[in-house]
């Protein structure tokens, strides 16, 4: 099994250095709404960022706030000097238009990496700020020794968040990529193939012992909250043909909230000029 909390401490401990080498290091979170799951994803971020030494603003705005506020109060943090990270935590109520309001926030400061600068940096393999999710899973196989360089990946999910990303960065490590989603003829057959497989669309155990190459690294990003609790996109008894495997939880899940840290230092180094970001 691949420790997904182990890993996700190491990192932070490296965060925490670096913040108290930088002397301070702010992060600003924004949560329009009374949404109960990003209530939750919101307080482990903050938790986590506080035990780091990253100087946490949580900012949180009733459901019915009108856009233009939210849009305001992006712009009045992109302009405020002890603020060097900023994440609008999704989803946003109906009448916010999410892309306007990402979109908004300066690319520098864009920890989660979904401005179309990161991600078209991303797609030129000159990566600034990468989604979270993404650099996790190649941590974790980094720690764990997997090269992809000459592997079979299967992306399965090609959301702008996960599965988009991931395909390019597993692209830049030198694998064959395949992207696979609803539409996808004979799923089980690309992913048998696989050296390398990430699930990522929140179908609770869709990829299955059958449907994996033995010996082949598993890791499971999507999570469903079910009546028999929280279930990811693999069936457990993967565990018994693949090489490695994240569980669920306690896999991926940790290692987003360790590099969402890692990206408020960058984006602290940015805003420093440490870091050289293009238009800074």
């Known amino acids: 099994m691949m420790d997904g909390k182990a890993l996700a401490a190491r990192v932070r401990a490296d965060v925490a250095r670096d ?28 938790k986590a960022a506080t035990e780091a030494g990253i100087d946490a603003r949580d900012v949180r705005l009733p459901a019915d706030t009108p856009e233009a506020d939210v849009l305001g109060l992006v712009e009045q943090l ?39 600068v990161n991600a078209g940096h991303l797609y030129l393999g000159t990566p600034l700020h990468v989604p979270a999710t993404p650099a996790g899973c190649m941590e974790l196989l980094a720690a764990y020794g997997v090269d992809p360089s000459g592997k079979d990946a299967v992306v399965i999910g090609r959301s702008e968040i996960v ?32 050296d390398i497989v990430v699930a990522a669309v929140g179908r609770p155990g869709l990829v299955t012992p059958d449907w994996v190459k033995p010996g082949a690294a598993v890791l499971d990003v999507g999570l469903t909250r079910t009546e028999e609790g929280i279930r990811g996109d693999v069936d457990p008894e993967v565990a018994s043909v693949a090489g490695l495997l994240t569980p669920m939880p306690g896999g991926t899940g940790p290692m987003t909230i360790a590099m969402l840290l890692r990206s408020a230092v960058k984006a602290a180094r940015f805003r420093r000029g440490l870091l050289a970001y293009p238009g800074l």
């Open 78 to 116: 992109n302009g405020d000097d002890e603020v060097d990270g900023i994440l609008v935590q999704l989803p946003l109520p109906e009448h916010i238009d999410e892309t306007a309001v990402t979109y908004a926030v300066a690319p520098s400061k864009d920890v989660d990496g979904f401005h179309p």
């Open 163 to 194: 599965g988009r990303p991931m395909a390019m960065l597993l692209v830049q490590a030198h694998a064959t990529v395949t992207v696979c989603h609803s539409r996808t003829a004979d799923l089980a057959g690309h992913v048998r193939r696989a």
């Open 19 to 46: 913040v108290a080498e930088l002397g301070h290091v702010g992060l600003a979170t924004i949560l329009v709404g009374d949404d109960p799951a990003s209530h939750v994803y919101i307080e482990g971020k903050h």
